[in-house]
Nanobody, 120 residues
């Protein structure tokens, strides 16, 4: 079973950049579709971006053109976040799934999350 650990969150100002990373252990990420979700208290977890096993990418409209998801080797997933906005604030979760999905209920493995706070 794969274990996922996120890092790279923090407090930044609007317009700044952050790079989140997700490191896997137990299994290679090459077997999974890898995605990022985010959540704010009181709201449901929402899809941010996904990278297919072949490397195809898809983004939520709210982050398209500002965020970039990428795989780095067999055990790391990154999320480059540029031009951050206050509405990007939330806990960001790394996720692994057996198929292409944007639904939290389909996710097989979750990380514990990393906090991103963007001040206006």
């Amino acid at each position: 079973q794969v274990q996922l650990v996120e890092s790279g969150g923090g407090l930044v100002q609007a317009g700044d950049s952050l790079r989140l990373s997700c490191t896997a252990s137990g299994q290679t990420l090459n077997w999974y579709f890898m995605s990022w979700f985010r959540q704010v208290p009181g709201n449901e977890r929402e899809f941010v971006a996904i990278a297919s096993i072949a490397g195809d990418q898809y983004y939520a409209d709210a982050v398209k053109g500002r965020f970039t998801i990428s795989r780095d080797g067999a055990d790391t997933l990154n999320l480059q976040m540029d031009s951050l906005k206050s509405e990007d604030t939330g806990t960001y979760f790394c996720a692994a799934s057996d198929g292409y999905t944007m639904k939290p209920s389909d996710i097989a493995h979750w990380g514990h999350g990393t906090q991103v706070t963007v001040s206006a």
